[in-house]
């Protein structure tokens, strides 16, 4: 997705927080264990925050999520041009 794309998904509403906040959990886990393999490693705290802050890893999640369970999110007008 081009980086317009995903700052479009920013005003997607999750309509179960409890569901959304679990997959977002594994998702950053995943991340996690992919930094892991490309630094040889177990990455330490300053390493997860750098990949997390300085990446785009929330905005390509909410859009992973708002694919994947769409009937579990509220969405603006904005985003049915996407679709």
């Not at 409890?18 to 996690?32: F, G, K, L, S």
């Not at 694919?67 to 679709?83: I, T």
């Amino acid at each position: 997705m081009t980086p317009d794309q995903l700052i479009a998904f920013k005003q997607v509403c999750p309509t179960d927080l409890r569901h959304y906040m679990n997959v977002q959990r594994a998702w950053i886990e995943e991340d996690i264990y992919y930094l892991g393999c490309e630094l040889n490693h177990r990455p330490t705290p300053s390493q997860i925050a750098e990949r997390i802050l300085t990446g785009k890893q929330s905005r390509r999640f909410r859009a992973y999520y708002s694919m994947r369970y769409p009937e579990k999110v509220s969405c603006p007008e904005s985003l049915a041009l996407l679709q």
